[in-house]
Every structure is written in C-alpha cells, then in structure tokens.
C-alpha cells in the first residue's frame, strides 16, 4: 500500500528577508520530521516573500546557493523531502520556481510556473516543462497558483502518470472562491490527490488567506486549513485513485483524435479550434 504523509507549511514569510525564512524552513521541516512527514510542501515564492516589484531580481539565486545548501542538508538530516518556491536565476534570467529536495538532501528537479500573474510577467520567465517525478511513495507533480486555472498543466501531469499534484500556492483576497474551485476541479477531473499550500499574513497590499487543502480523486476534500498559521500532516493513500475512477475514468474516456485534430498542420488545427468560439 502506497501512502504518503504530507505536511503542509501554512506560513507566514518575512519580506525580503531570506535569512529569515530559510531558517524558518529548516524549523519545520524538523518539526515535520518529528511527526513522521515522508514531505512538506511550502507556499510559493517562500524564501523571498511574494514581490510585487523588480527587488526580487536581487533575491534570486541559483540552485547552488548557500540557502538551498542549507535546505538540502536539513531535509537529509530529517529524512524529509520537501518542496518550497523560490526566485531562481538561471543564465542571466529570473523563473518563479517549486524546487524538489528528496529525503537525501538531493534535488529531485524543479517546475517554473508556466502561467504567470499580472506584473510577473514583467519579471519572471514563463516555464516551459511540466516534470513528473518518480518517489518511492509515488508519482507527483506540481504547479504554482495560476497554474490551477488552467486545466492543461494538470491533465499533462496526470497523462505522465502523476498521483498527487502538490501546488505552491500564494492565494490572496479576493481570489479564494475562484481556486478552490479550481482545485476541486483539478483533482476530480484527473481522478488524483490535490493538495496546496498557501501562505497567510500581510505582504504589502496583499493578504494571504491560507485555506490550505488536499483533495481527494473523487472532488472531496480530506483536510482543509483555516486562515492562521498551521503545518498539518496528512495522510494520502495512493489505493484511492483507482477506487475513484469507476465508470467515469475521464483519462480513458478521452478522446485525443477530436482534441488534437489528428493529421492536421498547425494552421488547420488554429482554423477548426476557433469554430464555436
């Protein structure tokens, strides 16, 4: 039987701080640790806070740096995988990052959130990949907040084989309807666990609302957060995905042939997909 704990990191950051909350990090990944966490996720953009300006250009660091030295050597020392958001530099350009430290302290890889908010736009890369990674519990994938809203990423991700979808999540007022929602959705229509971590305090303008969640493959949630700090474990049983498929199986009651418009260039497939529009 394959199960994961899952221990979510529904914290507040300091802004612009990273000293501090890569400290932070370490803290509850020991603590995670002391309650039997296989992995815990973190909220988005956690080492630096959620910018809202181009200062963060300032933050960002490669995944050699001395934080994510420390990281690493805190998730070997607690035999805790984790996963936390950060500004990654990369040849000179800035991504909105999730990186996966496995329970050995290595980097299992990295996703760079593909759909970017308003103003990351103008400081952010878009990522192009959505990676899949293969742990001894299980296959998980991930996304970062405006990922949700789109049903794409996480229909790859399941295609690929993913079991849980973890999302990095940096959700404020007045956006909590419309993602959980979203998140609901997700999960249902892959028939795979969804679980978020959000942040919760005062940023500048923005307030975090927490509400951290993980969802269940039939749309059900099994835990949910409220709106203070909180780092919850989780219990998910991979067994359940099979379980909720039924007679609805939505991956294999897909039809590509339609979708993709088999056998045609690009140019026709633009053409046929506008129909309707």
Excluded: W
């Excluded at 815990?40 to 963060?56: H, M």
Aim: proline residues 4%; neutral net charge; glycine residues 6%.
């Amino acid at each position: 039987m394959k199960k994961i704990n899952l221990a979510l990191a529904q914290l507040r950051s300091s802004f612009l701080n990273k000293k501090e909350n890569v400290k932070r990090i370490k803290e509850t990944i020991e603590l995670a640790s002391t309650n039997k966490a296989d992995y815990i996720l973190f909220p988005e953009l956690f080492t630096t806070g959620y910018l809202s300006n181009n200062e963060i250009r300032e933050h960002a660091e490669t995944i050699n740096s001395t934080s994510i030295e420390e990281i690493r050597t805190a998730a070997h020392k607690n035999n805790c995988g984790v996963i936390f958001g950060f500004a990654e530099e990369l040849h000179g350009k800035i991504f909105n990052t999730a990186l996966f430290i496995n329970k050995e302290g290595k980097v299992a890889g990295s996703y760079r959130k593909i759909h970017l908010f308003e103003f990351e736009k103008n400081i952010f890369m878009p990522g192009n990949n959505c990676p899949v990674f293969d742990t001894p519990e299980g296959k998980i994938g991930l996304m970062i907040t405006q990922d949700i809203e789109y049903p794409e990423v996480s229909r790859i991700l399941a295609i690929n084989g993913a079991q849980l979808i973890l999302v990095l999540c940096a959700n404020m007022y007045p956006y909590q309807r419309s993602h959980n929602v979203y998140l609901h959705g997700r999960a249902m229509e892959n028939h795979v666990f969804v679980a978020s971590s959000n942040k919760v305090g005062l940023e500048g303008n923005n307030v975090f609302l927490g509400e951290s969640i993980v969802i269940d493959p039939k749309g059900k949630p099994i835990y949910k957060s409220g709106n203070n700090e909180e780092v919850p474990i989780i219990e998910i049983n991979f067994e359940e995905i099979e379980k909720a498929k039924g007679a609805l199986n939505y991956l294999n009651n897909r039809r590509p042939d339609i979708y993709l418009q088999e056998g045609m260039n690009p140019i026709e497939y633009r053409k046929i997909s506008k129909i309707g529009s």
